[in-house]
């Protein structure tokens, strides 16, 4: 999920714990819990800051070891032991116990995105990515506000906020129901479908889809349970030639690779170089698909410069490609 909704879920959770006597004994200890949990709900995205090195490093490590089970003790502990210095009231284990439930609750909501999380890591490092809920869910934000608002107004938070968690259990169902019947839609129309991917939108009943068959990938929306097919490409094999080689040796190439699951590639001879572009086809926008890698090689097949990230425009690539003069 997205830093807004992780605080809000932290939030939620500190209100929550007010209904354990020991929490609610003093605005010490409540804020020392109120602490726990916000901070236990954002610390697993601590591995963000790797975006400032580049979008390589990102994209490989970006909800892997940080989101790991191993973490679910680690830390729990970490954040335990620093606020227990400074909210002593609030003691140790229930400290270890909020922290614990936030940043559990972090991990597990996050693998509901398309995104996903190595949750399961160290045991594999399968990506597991369910896909019926989007990154940012205006739903799940605004009804953990509403549930925040009516307590802060004075409402008991244990029947305030199960409520708010009976509600989400249902708008979590229903999501994964309709992800499986958009699926099943797909399937019929498509029936040598190898592979479905069916990933949420940041509207309701938009969903985008793509589909991987034997000879074919194919793009498209579905809105409710009508699908629509924009587009058709063949799913041609990468060659095993001296540009591919080359260009596989690039970071950023190989983290494009270990993150997308369906994606198609092109070469193309410029004056310049030869740009070998991968275009990960699970996130169509107007028409165009802005997650790439792009690894730019010169005649003797050298790496002169690469990029994979997000791109809405040829300019702002060729910026990102072009190496600043010094």
């Not at 194919?218 to 080689?245: C, H, M, Q, T, W």
């Amino acid at each position: 999920m997205d830093t807004g909704t992780h605080v809000v879920m932290g939030i939620a959770l500190g209100a929550l714990a007010t209904i354990d006597p020991v929490v609610a004994s003093s605005t010490h200890a409540t804020m020392g819990i109120m602490a726990a949990t916000i901070i236990g709900s954002q610390i697993p995205d601590i591995d963000t800051v790797l975006k400032l090195k580049n979008n390589a490093d990102y994209i490989r490590n970006h909800r892997g070891i940080t989101h790991s089970l191993p973490m679910l003790a680690i830390w729990p502990l970490l954040i335990s032991t620093v606020l227990y210095f400074i909210f002593p009231a609030a003691t140790f284990l229930h400290l270890l116990l909020w922290s614990f439930i936030a940043v559990g609750l972090h991990i597990f909501v996050d693998i509901f995105n398309a995104y996903g999380t190595q949750a399961i890591r160290p045991f594999k490092d399968t990506w597991v990515a369910f896909g019926f809920i989007n990154t940012f869910d205006w739903f799940i934000f605004s009804s953990h506000v509403v549930a925040i608002i009516i307590w802060l107004l004075g409402a008991p938070a244990g029947p305030t906020f199960f409520t708010l968690y009976g509600l989400l259990a249902l708008y979590y169902a229903a999501r994964a129901v309709t992800q499986r019947m958009i699926k099943h839609a797909v399937r019929n129309l498509i029936p040598d479908a190898e592979e479905i991917i069916v990933a949420s939108t940041i509207h309701f009943f938009q969903w985008r889809v793509a589909v991987t068959t034997k000879d074919h990938y194919y793009v498209g929306r579905a809105f409710k349970r009508n699908i629509s097919i924009y587009e058709k490409f063949d799913r041609l094999p990468i060659p095993n030639n001296e540009i591919i080689r080359s260009a596989k040796l690039d970071k950023n190439l190989a983290a494009f690779v270990s993150f997308s699951k369906v994606y198609n590639w092109r070469i193309e001879e410029k004056l310049d170089a030869t740009y070998v572009t991968f275009t990960d086809l699970r996130y169509r926008s107007n028409g165009h698909y802005p997650f790439v890698a792009v690894v730019r090689l010169d005649d003797d097949m050298n790496i002169l410069s690469s990029y994979t990230g997000w791109i809405f425009s040829d300019e702002k690539l060729q910026k990102k490609l072009t190496p600043v003069a010094i």
